[in-house]
């Protein structure tokens, strides 16, 4: 075992604060990495606050992490010590059922995935986040981060990434689509990024036009705000596909009607209380609701790699430890532009 510095919470309502963990010695499938930086997804929030039912405190949050490989064990085969690698939202899986044989271990049926933190591993300990300066994974839950990305900013395409990138690749997104996007915060900014590259039309629906420019900038051809009960009125069928990325609940009717014949609304955001259907929002165009979650690792490395081809990577605030709770802060009144990435060197030693 070796121990790490970490920020915990340890209750809901506590700030988070400085601690240390253990992480376990390095097995013969396990790659060790010194976490060089970590980002602030907006459910390490909802976790930490209880707004998914009660986690299992302490809770050392982070499945944006991004390193360097500092060891290896004796059978693994695909990393060296000093390669750039990260670690999503599992670290595990049954690695035998039908959905982990083909790669989607996200959607795992033997058991679940094991979630990078708030879970349990198959060694009976608690799994521990991001947060943290090292971390100990099997080396089939790690990627490569290829090297043309930085690390900072390569961090956040471990979740908010891949979490866009899934749905935009499963529903066929490309030249001709006309995508949506609910909310520019971390998912959002990436959905436009790469909705764009893979050369969509993007809209944006943000609350209001503060962020227009940056939309813009990033993409998007298109940029609305959903205090202007107009944007529903001119954007009725106007769209293929739309990501909801939003973190409360809204509205629905009312954004489910900019859906065309037979598009979809795809949900990713995942707010504490239920999502309310005007069954006639749904009836009028055949339109389907759909909902996605993270990405498999062969399509998280697959997004890495076309994110280095297409030269993409988050747009982030770097920040200390220190300054995780002001974050959080900043994260729920949406003022983030538009991931918060820790800088973990003062936690690297312990
Ligand atoms: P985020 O950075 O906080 O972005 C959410 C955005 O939603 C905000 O920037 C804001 O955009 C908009 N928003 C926030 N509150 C709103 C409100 N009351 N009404 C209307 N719009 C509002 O969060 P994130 O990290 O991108 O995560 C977004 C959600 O996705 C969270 O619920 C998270 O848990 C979930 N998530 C799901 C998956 C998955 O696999 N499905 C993966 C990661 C995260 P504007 O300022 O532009 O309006
Ligand atoms: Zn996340
Ligand atoms: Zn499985």
């Known amino acids: 075992m070796s ?4 920020y915990a919470a340890t209750s809901a309502t506590e700030p988070l604060t400085e601690t240390t963990i253990t992480r376990r010695e390095v097995g013969p499938n396990d790659v060790r990495f010194d976490i060089h930086f970590a980002g602030i997804c907006h459910s390490d929030i909802h976790t930490v606050r209880a707004e998914w039912g009660k986690p299992r405190y302490p809770v050392v949050p982070g499945h944006e992490i991004a390193g360097v490989v500092t060891e290896i064990g004796s059978q693994v085969t695909g990393f060296k010590v000093g390669q750039h690698v990260g670690v999503g939202c599992f670290v595990d899986s049954c690695r035998e059922c039908d959905n982990c044989r083909v790669g989607l271990e996200q959607y795992c049926t033997g058991g679940g995935m094991t979630g990078t933190y708030n879970a349990v591993g198959r060694d009976g300990l608690p799994t521990q986040g991001g947060y943290s300066g090292s971390i100990v994974v099997d080396e089939n839950y790690v990627l490569h981060i290829p090297e043309a990305l930085p690390l900072d900013a390569a961090a956040p395409l471990l979740c908010a990434g891949v979490t866009t990138y899934s749905p935009l690749r499963h529903w066929n997104v490309g030249p001709g689509t006309r995508l949506g996007v609910i909310g520019l915060g971390g998912l959002g900014h990436m959905a436009v990024k790469l909705g764009a590259a893979m050369g969509a039309e993007v809209t944006v629906l943000s609350q209001s036009l503060k962020k227009m420019e940056d939309g813009l900038r990033l993409g998007a051809t298109n940029y609305y705000a959903t205090s202007d009960r107009d944007t529903f009125k001119s954007l009725r ?3 293929d596909i739309i990501l909801n990325t939003v973190s409360a609940n809204l509205e629905l009717g009312r954004y489910l009607e900019m859906v065309d014949l037979d598009g979809v609304f795809v949900e990713l955001g995942a707010p504490e ?8 929002s749904i009836i009028g165009m055949r339109r389907s609701i759909a909902g996605s979650v993270i990405g498999g690792i062969p399509e998280t490395q697959e997004m890495l790699d076309f994110c280095a081809e297409h030269s993409i990577a988050s747009e982030i605030e770097v920040i200390a ?5 002001e974050a959080y802060e900043r994260v729920i009144a949406s003022d983030v532009r538009y991931r918060f990435v820790i800088d973990t060197e003062s936690l690297r030693e312990a």
């Open 3 to 6: 121990t790490v510095h970490a």
């Open 237 to 239: 069928n106007s769209f």
């Open 273 to 280: 209380n239920p999502l309310v259907v005007p069954p006639f």
């Open 321 to 325: 430890p220190e300054y995780i709770n």
